[in-house]
């Protein structure tokens, strides 16, 4: 079982900066791709930025320029740094990993979501 925890959500006035952590913690398990998406109500869940093991990133066009996805893979911990920060990006932010068990089963794990509004 894999658990993410996350953290740094918050309000902030646009222009503004805000990082998020995700870490994923657990036993018996290899992070594989790692992200962030977001939803406002009413909408579906879309991907902000992913991660590969390898550093392969991949980031919805709107924010590019503006957030940056890492990963600090001893300590299976993703992190958005958000600058330059619009209304338009309120919304509650979800990490995202792919775990692979020791059966070689890959399973998708969501963390319970962070709050990020931003104000205009």
Known sequence: Q???VESGGGLVQAG???RLSCAASGSG???NDMGWY???PGKQRGLVASITSGGIINTFDSVKGRFTISRDNAKNTVYLQMN???PEDTAVYYCNAVA???SGMRINYWGQGTQVT???
Do not use: A, E
């Open 16 to 18: 503004g900066s805000l």
């Open 2 to 4: 894999v658990h993410l």
């Open 38 to 40: 977001r939803q406002v």
């Open 84 to 86: 330059s920060l619009k």
């Open 100 to 102: 692979t068990l020791p």
């Open 29 to 31: 398990f290899t992070i």
């Open 118 to 120: 931003v104000s205009s």
